[in-house]
């Protein structure tokens, strides 16, 4: 049953750094983007902004455009890297389970990691706001919105490392390709193709700064949609046929 292969692979993630990496890496960004804020309020602070979404963009210039997508990559390495190691594939695989279920419960737990990570962002965010008494109007449900639509917009990009994570054995392989592909998000960010960039993708939902140039929404999550079908297809049907050394 589906259920008891996802207890078995959650297992394996109890005494891995995965979900450790959840609430310290949410809480680096914090640190970054609203110390930065801090030290140089004078720059970004108008006479009538809302210090709440202000400090939020520079959080989100740190953990949307680099810390985000290279998380996702390293879920996704550490998911898989129990069974290359230990030749698990293998020792799994010789069992009559199901390799759908199998490859679902992964990207389950996947995007399981991604849901905390962003929970922890969002939550730790406002208790900190609390705390350094940011000023303006604050509400509850646009910070909600914006972990929600970053989670939605990482499920695409997810998809994409789970299935390079499995098909590669190296650990630094897929990590590598992933950050190569990160570094240009800086870049990418300032075009309009940045919202159909799945390393991007993340970022341009949850910031504030792009909501003027935001696509509409039924256009975004038929991209998104598109974008995810296709990943988790291609993969699930790589994994049904790989063989496992």
């Given at each position: 049953?589906f259920s008891n292969i996802l207890s078995v692979e959650l297992l394996k993630t109890k005494r891995s750094v ?84 199998l490859y679902f419960a992964k990207l389950f737990i996947l995007y399981l990691l991604l849901a905390v990570t ?116 291609l993969g699930l049907l790589h994994f049904r046929r790989k063989e496992f050394a």
């Amino acid at each position: 049953m589906f259920s008891n292969i996802l207890s078995v692979e959650l297992l394996k993630t109890k005494r891995s750094v995965l979900w450790a990496l959840a609430l310290l890496v949410p809480s680096l960004s914090i640190f970054l983007g609203v110390g930065n804020f801090l030290v140089n309020a004078r720059e970004f602070i108008g006479p009538d902004d809302n210090l709440w979404v202000e400090a939020w963009s520079q959080v989100v210039i740190f953990y949307g455009m680099i810390f985000l997508p290279t998380l996702v990559g390293i879920y996704a390495v550490t998911i898989c890297r129990f069974d290359h190691l230990t030749g698990g594939w293998k020792q799994i695989l010789s069992f009559p389970i199901s390799r759908i279920k199998l490859y679902f419960a992964k990207l389950f737990i996947l995007y399981l990691l991604l849901a905390v990570t962003q929970l922890s962002l969002v939550g730790q965010y406002i208790f900190i706001g609390h705390i350094v008494d940011l000023s303006g109007t604050f509400v509850l449900k646009d910070f909600v919105l914006y972990g929600l639509f970053g989670w939605l917009a990482s499920l695409p990009l997810a998809s994409l490392q789970l299935w390079l994570a499995f098909n590669w054995r190296s650990f630094g392989l897929p990590l590598t390709v992933n950050i190569a592909l990160t570094i240009p998000v800086l870049m990418v960010s300032q075009t309009p193709y940045a919202f159909y960039y799945p390393w991007a993708q993340p970022s341009m939902m949850m910031s504030p700064a792009y909501e003027l140039f935001r696509p509409s929404y039924e256009e975004l999550f038929a991209v998104f949609s598109v974008l995810l079908i296709l990943f988790t297809t291609l993969g699930l049907l790589h994994f049904r046929r790989k063989e496992f050394a």
